[in-house]
């Protein structure tokens, strides 16, 4: 399992997004998800946006989600858990997050088929082996 995040679609728009890979073998079960922005808990994207680029509630924005924790993937699928595009409503909140991303650290936790569990944190990490998934994370979620 690999986590990313990017400033530019495959097809050349601009938009901020981040994501987990499945870059193994067999298919994973993704665990609980912990996102931090400068070493602070966020629990979900709106939380994270308004902690980083000034977003509010009350204003219009266009953001994509999808649920992480609990989703099994094949090998090679990804799933984008935020997505943030650049249309007029989310200005200036594109180019915040753009220049924030290095700031963001995402760890999470998954297993195989064969309950076999790692853990892995941050861009190009190594996983490490655990006995299980930890029950104690402050879960990171789509809402």
């Known amino acids: 399992m690999a986590f990313s995040s990017s400033n530019y679609s495959d097809t050349g728009e601009r938009r901020i997004?981040?994501?987990f890979t499945n870059n193994g073998l067999g298919p994973a079960l993704l665990g609980p998800v912990e996102?931090?922005?400068d070493r602070r808990i966020v629990r979900s994207p709106q939380e994270l946006l308004a902690a980083c680029c000034g977003f509010d509630n009350n204003r219009s924005a266009q953001l994509r989600t999808r649920p992480?924790?609990?989703v099994a993937l094949r090998p090679g699928q990804a799933?984008?858990?935020l997505s943030l595009p650049d249309?007029?409503?989310n200005v200036p909140m594109v180019d915040e997050l753009d220049a924030v991303r290095p700031r963001i650290h995402v760890r999470a936790c998954y297993c195989s088929?064969?309950?076999e569990c790692w853990t892995v944190?941050?861009?190009q990490a190594k996983p490490m082996a655990v006995a299980a998934c930890p029950t104690n994370w402050l879960s990171y979620s789509e809402r």
């Open 68 to 70: 992480i924790a609990n």
């Open 121 to 123: 944190a941050g861009e």
């Open 17 to 19: 997004a981040f994501a």
């Open 113 to 115: 088929i064969f309950s």
């Open 79 to 81: 799933v984008e858990f």
């Open 35 to 37: 996102v931090r922005y």
């Open 87 to 89: 249309v007029p409503a």
